[in-house]
């Protein structure tokens, strides 16, 4: 337990001291919908990440005109689209980030790279937040690595982009 606290007091750091400016510039993008006319922030969580995309929609504190992507949803101009998975070469990200690329509607990715991967969801994507979770961080008896807390991660970075987003939704009301 010692060992995966150290390691993921690490990762949160480490996500706010490099990912601090790809955060706020997501809170900005996600909340262009919210202040424009009729547009919706549409969140995608593939995998266990789609707890996250559950914590914006049913959380203490809900995201404003936030909805759940949903198969075959068609995409307006003035939606923003947040897509979230554990690794950028996700090929559902990737297929509907290349239709949003070609449709013109600016969308924000959360993933982790791996090494030696080219990232074309953080070229495709206005914004791009990388979680830098590994492939497992705390090692066992046998020499195997275990502990891949992508959810934990990225619920980290949602709460700081809802924070941002909330007050810049306020400031707008103001």
């Known amino acids: 337990m010692k060992i995966f606290t150290t390691q ?5 750091r480490k996500v706010e001291q490099e990912e601090h400016f790809a955060i706020d510039e997501t809170a900005r993008l ?8 009729g547009g919706r922030v549409i969140l995608y969580g593939t995998d266990e990440l789609d707890a996250v995309v559950t914590r914006a929609l049913l959380g203490a504190e809900p995201m404003q005109r936030a909805v759940r992507y949903e ?10 689209v947040f897509l979230i998975g554990r690794y950028a070469n996700d090929e559902r990200l990737l ?4 239709q949003l690329f070609d449709s013109f509607i600016p969308f ?5 790279t791996l090494p030696g991967d080219d990232n074309v969801l ?3 994507a206005y914004t791009y937040i990388c979680t830098h979770t ?17 959810a934990l991660l990225a619920t980290f970075v949602l709460e700081a982009i809802m924070m941002q987003y909330h007050d810049i939704i306020r400031q707008e009301t103001m």
């Open 95 to 98: 297929t509907i980030a290349q």
């Open 108 to 112: 924000a990715a959360m993933t982790a």
């Open 71 to 80: 198969e075959g949803m068609t995409f307006e101009k003035t939606d923003r």
């Open 8 to 12: 993921l007091i690490g990762l949160l």
């Open 30 to 37: 996600l909340a262009q919908s919210a202040m424009g006319d």
């Open 122 to 124: 953080e070229t495709l």
């Open 134 to 150: 590994p492939e497992g961080f705390v090692p066992t008896d046998d020499g195997q690595r275990i502990g891949r807390p992508h």
